[in-house]
């Protein structure tokens, strides 16, 4: 089964200074990834996928992923991150059901970044 | 921008209690999920369906139901709620194209 490892349940991190988050995965076909955004008291948004093409995919705040097949990653970086960036984010991995062609996501357990001034 | 509405941000329920979270989505999306959040377990899928009046179980449908009568429309039903379900329901949904999915704001559940 297709599954994603977030071995960080939390990483705090200064202001302006930059930040990785740690995304692996486990998958015997092809590999669409994604991250998501979760804002406290808020449901989660798409910050960004890979599907194919370019293994750096990049998302409008600032944020870009590479996706690694070697390592089987796709971690999440900024260069410099702001206070409004602390949330939690969700790695994801699409699982493909063989026998009815069903695609859905599993999520890792998440990643809370701590933005402090 | 396809939106996903949970008609209810918090809830508050007893022991025992009939309890109905309730989700619609407003882009004609085929597919609709249930999950339950909690700290340090992530998204876990309840159920989910791919049809109306389809449905299959997730990873953890124990004391749970759920309910597509309308394409638009994903229902999920708590028979009878106990403490251990205390958690934020998120649902969400997406088209056959589609490959990433629309989120809800979640609905956070108490049960006393």
């Known amino acids: 089964a297709q599954s994603v490892t977030q071995l960080d349940s939390q990483v705090p991190v200064f202001e302006e200074a930059p930040v990785e988050l740690r995304c692996n995965y486990s998958s015997s076909v092809s590999v669409y990834l994604f991250w998501y955004v979760q804002y406290p008291n808020q449901g989660l948004q798409l910050l960004l996928k890979y599907l194919s093409g370019s293994t750096l995919v990049e998302s409008i705040n600032g944020f870009e992923a590479e996706f690694n097949k070697s390592q089987t990653s796709f971690h999440l970086r900024k260069p410099s991150v702001h206070i409004s960036d602390t949330a939690e984010y969700f790695c994801?991995?699409?699982?493909?059901?063989?026998?009815?062609?069903?695609?859905?996501?599993?999520f890792g357990t998440g990643t809370r970044l701590l933005v402090s001034p | 921008d396809v939106k996903v509405t949970q008609s209810s941000r918090y809830l508050v329920k007893r022991t025992g209690e009939k309890v109905f979270l309730e989700c619609v989505q407003d882009m004609d999306h085929e597919n609709m999920f249930w999950y339950r959040q909690d700290p340090g377990l992530g998204l876990r899928l309840i159920y989910f369906?791919?049809?109306?009046?389809?449905?299959e179980k997730g990873d953890i449908p124990e004391g749970y139901s759920v309910s597509r009568e309308k394409k638009e429309r994903f229902s999920l039903i708590l028979e009878s709620a106990s403490t251990n379900q205390t958690s934020m329901y998120l649902c969400a949904s997406n088209g056959v194209s589609n490959y990433g999915y629309t989120f809800g704001s979640g609905t956070r559940l108490t049960v006393v």
């Open positions: 994801a991995v699409r699982t493909l059901t063989l026998n009815t062609g069903f695609q859905k996501l599993v």
């Open positions: 369906s791919y049809d109306v009046k389809m449905k």
